[in-house]
């Protein structure tokens, strides 16, 4: 993939979130993530409590939140100047403990020990020089710690979207590697095979892949506000991974 981008210009894009935005997604992410991956990161970390763990690249942060408020002690890893900041008035507001790092996963500096799980949820898929991303969530796992990642499927990337043009998912490129336009920053395709072949590299023991569906009830009660939202009943948009640091 040839790309212009860099880490330093992606993390300068997504320092335009507006803080509306973040707001709107208390408490617990928008609809896909309350819905669809949530619910299966939290069923893959399982009993958190006492252990701990870090939640790497966590935007808004109410992943860390959450993770606190099941008992878990987390460090919230974050580069954007917006959600970085967000995410402090947020713990400042209710003394959860969670531990704020400003830095670029790319680049993690010394945080104090390892962890019991790292959690890297839609992150992975946002960054143009992903794999020592990936090698420092990892490294900073004691043996036998949980790497919990999710991406947009890379099948499915962009499948809300083409169901409302099409009614139908329809996919012309996916072997390659190339960027995704979104509305305020870029997106990196890649096939499947990339994020396991280095999750592989990495020497882990991969746990369980899993690609949620939407309940056809809760696609029922959403599809008046939702056009589309059909689509997540028949296919993925998401892939979750769990995997073992040996």
């Known amino acids: 993939m040839t790309t212009q981008q860099t880490n330093e ?4 894009q997504w320092d335009t979130m507006p803080r509306k935005v973040m707001e709107a997604m208390e408490p ?5 993530k309350r819905h669809l991956i949530n619910p299966v990161l939290l069923r893959m970390l399982g009993d958190v409590r006492g252990l701990r763990v870090l939640d790497a690249g966590s ?7 959450m993770l606190a408020t099941r008992g878990a002690h987390v460090t919230a890893v974050e580069p954007t100047d917006a959600m970085f900041t967000y995410s402090q008035e947020k ?29 890297c949820s839609m992150v992975l898929p946002t960054i143009p020089d992903w794999k020592p991303a990936m090698r420092a ?23 809300l979207a083409t169901w409302r043009k099409h009614g139908e998912y329809r996919l012309s ?3 390659e590697e190339y ?21 592989t590299a990495l020497g882990c023991r991969l746990r369980e892949i899993a690609e949620p569906g939407l309940e056809p009830p809760i696609a029922r009660e959403a599809a008046d506000t939702e056009s589309g939202i059909e689509s997540y009943v028949h296919l993925p948009n998401f892939l979750i991974v769990a995997a073992e640091r040996p």
């Open 28 to 32: 617990d992410g928008d609809f896909a």
């Open 179 to 199: 960027e995704i336009p979104l509305t305020r920053a870029t997106d990196f395709h890649r096939p499947i095979s990339a994020y396991l072949n280095e999750l």
């Open 137 to 159: 969530c990892v490294q900073a796992l004691r043996p036998g710690g949980l790497f919990v990642f999710s991406v947009n499927h890379p099948a499915f990337e962009q499948l």
């Open 173 to 175: 490129r996916y072997l």
């Open 59 to 65: 935007g808004q942060g109410y992943l860390s939140r």
């Open 91 to 119: 713990e400042q507001a209710l003394q959860q403990g969670v531990h704020h790092v400003q830095a670029d996963l790319s680049r993690l500096p010394d945080l104090g020990g390892r962890y019991d799980a790292v959690l």
């Open 9 to 12: 210009s992606t993390i300068r």
